[in-house]
């Protein structure tokens, strides 16, 4: 599984909806990610990609959308 299949799995067991068409969405203006949300995301990228995101360094505006997600997690798993 590639990193855009798996984020985007992810994102939609948690919001459910399907971002495959909508990469460059805001999850926070839109209201399906809050911090609750970010937390199950990271927890759930962690167990199936395998990354340790830093969450005491979470910057939201790196994460805000489907395509910064993927760019995010890439770089976490070039580390």
């Known amino acids: 599984m590639d990193t855009k299949e798996a984020v985007l799995n992810v994102l939609n067991e948690l919001t459910g909806e399907d971002?495959?068409?909508r990469m460059d969405e805001?999850?926070?203006?839109?209201?399906?990610?809050?911090?609750?949300?970010?937390v199950q995301m990271l927890l759930e990228l962690q167990q199936l990609i395998g990354i340790t995101p830093p969450v005491s360094?979470?910057?939201?505006?790196?994460?805000e959308t489907p395509t910064k997600i993927v760019e995010k997690v890439e770089s976490l798993r070039n580390e």
């Open 19 to 21: 971002f495959t068409d």
């Open 26 to 38: 805001d999850l926070f203006e839109t209201g399906l990610m809050d911090s609750m949300a970010v």
């Open 57 to 63: 360094e979470f910057v939201r505006e790196e994460w």
